[in-house]
């Protein structure tokens, strides 16, 4: 895990990056949005929820300009977003994007594909934090089918998906 210290200064060289990036692009260049996703997950580390939902918002935009609505690159942004919102406490906002993301990525990727795994298991935890204990398990169940297929047993993704599932009993 990296220390607070190395957090900021990854996020200093990488808002360098950016507006070096947008100097050269133009401030709305869909080659911006992976950094702009990468930025939002980092203030979202290190606590700044504003500038975390600004930058993946961004970064939606760019992602949905450029791709569409229903493309994988913005079920990964909305995903994100959901992840800041269930952090926040706003569990129905978090269920509204967790549920967004795996419709998007179930009819792009298929049924069976990690991204659908790690909605689902994220909608899990939502879920779980509604009282829903039941269809928590029931997305953590699909999402631990995945990951045992795509990724085994023994990866760490699986094993903590196994936790979660084991701690709704």
């Known amino acids: ?29 869909p080659d911006l949005a992976d950094d702009l996703r990468d930025l939002g997950r980092l203030s979202h580390e290190l606590g700044d929820m504003m500038d975390a939902q600004a930058q993946l918002h961004r970064a939606l935009a760019l992602h949905t300009e450029t791709f569409g609505a229903d493309h994988p690159e913005a079920a990964t942004d909305v995903n994100h977003i959901g992840l800041i919102l269930h952090d926040l406490g706003d569990l129905d906002g978090a269920h509204a994007a967790f549920e967004r993301a795996l419709a998007i990525d179930e009819a792009a990727l298929g049924h069976e594909h990690p991204s659908v795994a790690r909605d689902a298991n994220n909608l899990a935890g939502v879920l779980k934090d509604m009282g829903d204990g039941f269809s928590a398990r029931e997305a953590l169940n699909w ?26 009993d």
């Open 1 to 29: 895990m990296p220390s607070l210290h190395d957090l900021r200064a990854q996020r200093a060289n990488l808002e360098h990056l950016i507006e070096a990036r947008q100097r050269a692009l133009g401030a709305d260049h």
């Open 143 to 168: 999402a631990l089918s995945i990951y045992m297929k795509t990724l085994g047993p023994d990866h760490p993704t699986t094993k903590s998906v196994a936790r979660n599932r084991a701690g709704l």
